[in-house]
C-alpha cells in the first residue's frame, strides 16, 4: 500500500499561471483534505471531501477548487497563482466518521514568484 | 482565542530524560484528540490518539486527556535524538481536525 500519494513534489510557478495538484489514496477512505502549512501558522484547512461527490470549505478556501474525481482522488487547482500561495500544501485522507485520524501524503512545495 | 494552543517551543531536553508537550483546546464539544510527529521537510505522522478521559500507553509514548479542563498532554519516556521533531496536537471539530501551531523538541546528547 502506497497510502496517501502527491504529485508532483516541487513547483514553481510565475504569477498567473494556474496549477492542478493531485493527491491519490489506496486506503478505501472516504474522506479526503487539503491543507496548506505555512511557517508559525500551523497546518490550516482549504477545501475537504467528506465522501466522494461531496465538497465543502475549510478555513482559506479563496483563491482555490477542488474536485473530488472519485473515491480514490482529490485534486487541488489554483486557477491564478498569487505569491501568497507559497505555501507546502498536504493532502490527507481519513475513514469515514467524525473525529477520525487523517494520514498524510509526502506534499508539494510551491513557490509563486 | 485560538482553538487549540501549544507552546512553539522549543522544548530542550537530555537524552534518556521525559519529555512533556502541552495542548488546550477551546471546543468542549470535542471528542477526539490527537498527536502527530512532524521531522523537518516531511509530512505529520499520526503517534497517538485518545478519545476518553485519563491516560493511554503505547510504547514510550503516554498520552493524557483531561476534558474538564480541555487539555491534552503527550509524555514521550527515555527520550532520544530521533525524537528531536515538531509536534502537532489536533482536535476534532465536526467531521474536521483542528491543529495547533506545533511545539519544537530538541533531545540533546
Known amino acids: 500500500n502506497a497510502g496517501v500519494t502527491q504529485t508532483p513534489k516541487f513547483q514553481v510557478l510565475k504569477t498567473g499561471q494556474s496549477m492542478t495538484l493531485q493527491c491519490a489514496q489506496d486506503?478505501?477512505?472516504?474522506?479526503m483534505y487539503w491543507y496548506r502549512q505555512d511557517p508559525g501558522m500551523g497546518l490550516r484547512l482549504i477545501y475537504y471531501s467528506a465522501s466522494e461527490g461531496t465538497t465543502d470549505k475549510g478555513e482559506v478556501p479563496n483563491g482555490y477548487n477542488v474536485s473530488r474525481l472519485n473515491k480514490r482522488e482529490f485534486s487541488l487547482r489554483l486557477e491564478s497563482a498569487a505569491p501568497s500561495q507559497t505555501s507546502v500544501y498536504f493532502c490527507?485522507?481519513?475513514?469515514?466518521?467524525?473525529?477520525?485520524?487523517?494520514?498524510f501524503g509526502p506534499g508539494t512545495r510551491l513557490t509563486v514568484t | 482565542q485560538k482553538e487549540v494552543e501549544q507552546n512553539s517551543g522549543p522544548l530542550s531536553v537530555p537524552e534518556g530524560a521525559i519529555a512533556s508537550l502541552n495542548c488546550t483546546y477551546s471546543?468542549?464539544?470535542?471528542?477526539?484528540f490527537f498527536w502527530y510527529r512532524q521531522y523537518s521537510g516531511k509530512s505529520p505522522e499520526l503517534i497517538m490518539f485518545i478519545y476518553s478521559n485519563g491516560d493511554k500507553e503505547d510504547g514510550r509514548f503516554t498520552a493524557q486527556l483531561n476534558k474538564a479542563s480541555q487539555y491534552v498532554s503527550l509524555l514521550i519516556r527515555d527520550s532520544q535524538p530521533s525524537d528531536s521533531a515538531t509536534y502537532l496536537c489536533?482536535?476534532?471539530?465536526?467531521?474536521?481536525?483542528?491543529f495547533g501551531t506545533g511545539t519544537l523538541l530538541a533531545v540533546q546528547p
Open positions: 489536533a482536535v476534532s471539530v465536526t467531521n474536521k481536525l483542528i
Open positions: 486506503m478505501n477512505h472516504n474522506s
Open positions: 471546543d468542549r464539544g470535542s471528542q477526539s
Open positions: 490527507a485522507s481519513s475513514a469515514t466518521g467524525s473525529g477520525r485520524e487523517q494520514y
